[in-house]
């Protein structure tokens, strides 16, 4: 009987130690329970969160939710989560995308291409036009991704987590790309500081965190007293674009458009 106790207590060690192997960031289970709880606190639609290797090629985020009710989340945006408010920044950007309808936004300004088909003599039998859709790496610099980081902020700030995780996820980009990781690190502090600066008092408790503090804290020393101005004004406009959006007739065809918490949070 003891044998069979130690074994069975074994047995537990090693599927404890097991699941403490595993990263935050691949934890299935976790992810849907951090995803759902967003979308519950933004009175979003419910979906199931998934996880996927394939590279992300921005297809329709919004029809996926929508017609499968499901919220794709990919490895290599996961990886950079090391804690579970870093987690819930990740998974709210990605709910942000949605709510930005953000492949509608990119194929509008997608470059139209047109291709002819030729005979063997080089006359042309047929032409029609497609869009190109821009590839990651273009789009990611685009506002349709800013306002992602913005969507994601307001989210977590409504359910509870701390925005500026989503500082500390960036701060950990900036090794690999620090043009864009920089971009991404003022655009999210500029919309807290301006909307939300009592939530910049918290700070966080992470190394790239004061990393992606120091870039913020350069970027400001070196801006002028014109620039400043400018950046006010940008995010007034953010702003009042956000509530009127909020405000609009057409906000009930989106089910997934983020009035309620706009209007909550401003």
Not at 12 to 19: A, D, F, Q, R, V
Not at 59 to 64: E, L, N, P, Q, S
Not at 103 to 114: D, Q
């Amino acid at each position: 009987m003891k044998k069979i106790i130690l074994c069975f207590v074994i047995i537990l060690c090693l599927m404890s130690n097991i699941s403490l192997a595993n990263p935050i960031n691949e934890d299935s289970y976790l992810i849907n329970d951090i995803g759902k709880g967003l979308l519950v606190a933004n009175h979003l639609p419910e979906a199931r969160f998934v996880i996927t290797d394939r590279p992300d090629t921005f297809d329709d985020y919004f029809v996926i939710a929508n017609v499968y009710k499901r919220v794709e989340m990919f490895t290599w945006e996961l990886s950079f989560a090391e804690d579970k408010e870093e987690l819930a920044a990740v998974i709210a950007r990605q709910i942000g995308k949605i709510s930005n309808n953000m492949p509608s936004v990119s194929r509008e300004k997608a470059k139209t291409n047109t291709i002819g088909l030729r005979d063997w003599d080089g006359h042309e039998i047929m032409s029609y036009s497609t869009k190109h859709i821009y590839s990651h790496e273009k789009l990611n610099k685009d506002a349709v991704s800013l306002a992602a980081d913005r969507t994601g902020v307001d989210f977590l700030i409504q359910a509870g987590y701390n925005p500026l995780a989503l500082i500390s996820v960036y701060g950990r980009y900036l090794d690999y790309d620090e043009d864009n990781a920089t971009a991404h690190i003022m655009n999210v502090y500029d919309y807290i500081n301006y909307n939300f600066p009592e939530k910049l008092k918290q700070g966080y408790n992470s190394e790239t965190y004061q990393k992606a503090l120091k870039v913020i804290n350069n970027q400001l020393a070196s801006r002028t007293g014109e620039e400043k101005i400018k950046v006010q004004e940008k995010q007034a406009k953010i702003k009042n674009k956000k509530i009127n959006q909020a405000n609009s007739a057409f906000k009930g065809m989106n089910p997934w458009n983020s009035s309620y918490t706009t209007l909550k949070l401003h």
